[in-house]
């Protein structure tokens, strides 16, 4: 039990006020408040230490999400992450404030409004977007996106074109559709391969293209292979490999669907 203080003319942030200002603009708005209540009863030390570690708290929250695989994080209920630093945040103000709180209510001094405390943090979630949007925008290597974009262009080009294959395929006669297949769809597909593996190597490439090329290797290897099998068709002319040209095309559309 914390000894009786005068804080008659002090107005705090309530653990309610701070709780709501903590779940709309995220632990810098937390420790700006209990900066603020700290002040006010003459401990700015302590609340200069609550600021810097709401802060070192935001950035170790943002390097937690941006760290967690996009699928993943997908998956998480928008509400789950601030209800959770929200909750700790009131636990920690009622556990070191409240029983200065509890006398200072009894004494029916003020605190102030919860509204104000809201607007304090809309204030810091404008802060930490135009800080979040700055850091995305200097970190991003757009030369190494352009590469990749002019890469990616040619993989699309080459995929394009082979998959008119399959308009040949009734009406193309077995020379012309081993011809077309040695000669042009094959070699493109190798050709996209190759293409992905270039990719790979370019330096300060995001995260999710990194993730994407993982999805186009497996696709490419896919496309491959049935093409494979197609030339194995025609050239022995016959249907045994049917089911296994129907078993790729499901894993291709899988495949087509985890890249869209």
């Given at each position: 039990m914390q000894k009786e203080i005068n804080?008659?003319?002090?107005?705090?942030?309530?653990?309610?006020?701070?709780?709501?200002?903590?779940?709309?603009?995220?632990?810098?708005?937390?420790?700006?408040?209990?900066?603020?209540?700290?002040?006010?009863?003459?401990?700015?030390?302590?609340?200069?230490?609550?600021?810097i570690i709401s802060i070192v708290a935001t950035i170790?929250?943002?390097a937690l999400i941006f760290?967690?695989?996009?699928?993943?994080?997908e998956k998480v209920p928008k509400?789950?992450?601030?209800?959770?630093?929200?909750?700790?945040?009131v636990f920690?103000?009622?556990?070191?404030?409240?029983?200065?709180?509890?006398?200072?209510?009894?004494?029916?001094?003020?605190?102030?409004?919860r509204w104000?405390?809201?607007?304090?943090?809309?204030?810091?979630?404008?802060?930490?977007g135009i800080g979040l949007f700055g850091a995305i925008y200097l970190s991003?290597?757009?030369?190494a996106e352009n590469l990749y974009d002019t890469k990616i262009e040619q993989f699309v080009k080459n995929e394009e074109e082979s998959l008119v294959f399959y308009d040949h395929i009734e009406t193309g006669n077995r020379f012309s559709l081993i011809a077309e297949l040695n000669e042009k769809v094959i070699p493109k597909w190798e050709e996209n391969i190759e293409i992905i593996k270039q990719t790979d190597t370019i330096k300060n490439l995001p995260r999710e293209f990194i993730e994407q090329n993982k999805k186009l290797m497996r696709y490419c290897e896919l496309r491959l292979e049935v093409f494979e099998l197609f030339k194995k068709t025609i050239n022995e002319d016959t249907d045994k490999y049917t089911a296994q040209i129907s078993f790729l095309h499901a894993q291709i559309d899988e495949q087509?669907?985890?890249?869209?």
């Amino acid at each position: 039990m914390q000894k009786e203080i005068n804080t008659k003319d002090i107005t705090f942030y309530s653990h309610k006020a701070i709780g709501i200002a903590t779940f709309i603009g995220g632990p810098i708005a937390a420790g700006y408040l209990i900066r603020e209540n700290y002040k006010a009863l003459d401990e700015t030390q302590k609340g200069n230490n609550a600021l810097i570690i709401s802060i070192v708290a935001t950035i170790a929250l943002f390097a937690l999400i941006f760290s967690i695989p996009e699928h993943i994080i997908e998956k998480v209920p928008k509400m789950i992450i601030p209800t959770i630093y929200t909750g700790f945040t009131v636990f920690w103000v009622e556990r070191n404030f409240g029983d200065i709180f509890k006398q200072h209510e009894e004494h029916k001094y003020n605190f102030f409004s919860r509204w104000r405390a809201a607007g304090i943090g809309i204030l810091s979630l404008i802060v930490l977007g135009i800080g979040l949007f700055g850091a995305i925008y200097l970190s991003t290597d757009f030369e190494a996106e352009n590469l990749y974009d002019t890469k990616i262009e040619q993989f699309v080009k080459n995929e394009e074109e082979s998959l008119v294959f399959y308009d040949h395929i009734e009406t193309g006669n077995r020379f012309s559709l081993i011809a077309e297949l040695n000669e042009k769809v094959i070699p493109k597909w190798e050709e996209n391969i190759e293409i992905i593996k270039q990719t790979d190597t370019i330096k300060n490439l995001p995260r999710e293209f990194i993730e994407q090329n993982k999805k186009l290797m497996r696709y490419c290897e896919l496309r491959l292979e049935v093409f494979e099998l197609f030339k194995k068709t025609i050239n022995e002319d016959t249907d045994k490999y049917t089911a296994q040209i129907s078993f790729l095309h499901a894993q291709i559309d899988e495949q087509l669907k985890l890249l869209n």
